[in-house]
């Protein structure tokens, strides 16, 4: 999960501290996330997945589709 919020992060040629503005938090906390230093809780899950229009089973690794689950 770690390695996939960075990479998108990079893709889209974002700084750490311009993705924690978006999350309104500090750019340490975030960097903890993607190191996997700190969990990630679930309504900052949420707001990666939306951000980045994917799902959050692409975060966790479970699928390597990037599209959101729709019906």
């Not at 999350?23 to 975030?30: F, K, N, P, V």
């Not at 993607?34 to 692409?58: F, H, V, W």
Request: charged share 25%.
């Amino acid at each position: 999960m770690y390695t996939r919020i960075r990479q998108l992060r990079e893709d889209k040629d974002l700084s750490q501290t311009e993705v924690a503005n978006i999350l309104g938090m500090s750019q340490t906390g975030y960097s903890k996330y993607e190191t996997g230093e700190n969990d990630i809780p679930t309504n900052i899950l949420i707001a990666i997945a939306k951000y980045y229009q994917t799902s959050i089973d692409y975060l966790l690794g479970l699928t390597d589709k990037k599209a959101p689950y729709s019906r």
